[in-house]
């Protein structure tokens, strides 16, 4: 079940990336809806990520 759904979310991740593309280059105007929704969602998740990552340095401490 669970392979299920991460096929279902590469699908909606290579859709979107296909209608970025498309839209960049012209595309009907559903493609660059789709494009902005998924530019969008992309922004979302990298500030989401930066916020979560920002308290937990990666500190090296040698052992030499």
Do not use: Y
Request: proline share 2%.
């Amino acid at each position: 079940m669970i392979v299920v759904l991460l096929l279902g979310v590469l699908v909606l991740v290579i859709g979107g990336c296909v209608c970025v593309v498309w839209a960049e280059r012209g595309g009907p105007r559903w493609a660059r809806v789709v494009a902005t929704v998924t530019l969008t969602a992309s922004e979302v998740l990298r500030s989401s990520s930066k916020k979560r990552g920002s308290g937990s340095g990666t500190s090296s401490q040698g052992d030499d």
